[in-house]
């Protein structure tokens, strides 16, 4: 069973920046990272594949950016410039290539931005 598991959430001050990490069990052709926050629904942040083709949802605006070492099963999301609206839970996500959604899950990390 494929195995998704976040880290280097935190809190943080506005302005700030943290980078998160998700290690997976397995290689996995699609990693992505979502978040949710408070009383929304989960949104898609960026994924990235295992050939480093990148999409990001508009709201990233530049400030985040997602990386991936494929040699150790790894995907970053690198967050810059944080405000107190980028306080939620990230969850690394993860499908293959014949997926049409997001099948794998970690169990979520908490980013909070102190004004």
């Known amino acids: 069973q494929v195995q998704l598991v976040e880290s280097g959430g935190g809190l943080v001050q506005a302005g700030g920046s943290l980078k998160l990490s998700c290690l997976a069990s397995?290689?996995?052709?699609?990693m992505g990272w979502y978040r949710q926050a408070p009383g929304k629904q989960r949104e898609l942040i960026a994924g990235?594949?295992?050939?480093?083709?990148?999409n990001y949802s508009d709201f990233v605006k530049g400030r985040f950016t997602i990386s991936r070492d494929n040699g150790k099963n790894t995907v970053y999301l690198q967050m810059n410039s944080l405000q107190p609206e980028d306080t939620a839970v990230y969850y690394c996500?993860?499908?293959?290539?014949?997926?049409?959604?997001?099948?794998?899950w970690g169990q979520g990390t908490q980013v909070t931005v102190s004004s």
């Open positions: 990235i594949t295992t050939g480093g083709r990148i």
């Open positions: 996500a993860g499908k293959q290539y014949y997926d049409r959604d997001y099948k794998y």
């Open positions: 397995e290689i996995i052709f699609m």
